[in-house]
Nanobody, 123 residues
């Protein structure tokens, strides 16, 4: 069974940083691209970042370019999201998921979602 688990969320002031982790079990992690998504209260889940299977191609939502960095260490079955220069509008539950088909920018292209980790940025 494929399982993903996020960790590393918390409360941080605007301008601060957090590093999220996504640990994978139950499948060959290196065979899949991985995405990070977020969902704020009352809003739909939205794309944040994605990384291909080898880690040499990355993709970002325009709102986080230059501030967030996605990475992966396949030997550890883990993907990461380094978040710098955080803004209050980054407040959301952050999820990681495995890519199965379709555009990296679409929620429906991913599956095997984790349970999420809360990120709260105060002003």
């Amino acid at each position: 069974q494929v399982q993903l688990s996020e960790s590393g969320g918390g409360l941080v002031q605007a301008g601060g940083s957090l590093r999220l982790s996504c640990a994978a079990t139950g499948f060959t992690f290196s065979n899949y691209a991985v995405g990070w998504f977020r969902q704020a209260p009352g809003k739909e889940r939205e794309f944040v970042a994605a990384i291909n299977w080898s880690g040499d191609s990355t993709f970002y939502a325009e709102s986080v370019k230059g501030r967030f960095t996605i990475s992966r260490v396949n030997a550890k079955n883990t993907a990461y999201l380094q978040m710098n220069s955080l803004k209050p509008e980054d407040t959301a539950v952050y999820y990681c998921a495995a890519h199965y088909s379709g555009s990296y920018f679409l929620t429906r292209s991913f599956g095997s979602w984790g349970q999420g980790t809360q990120v709260t940025v105060s002003s």
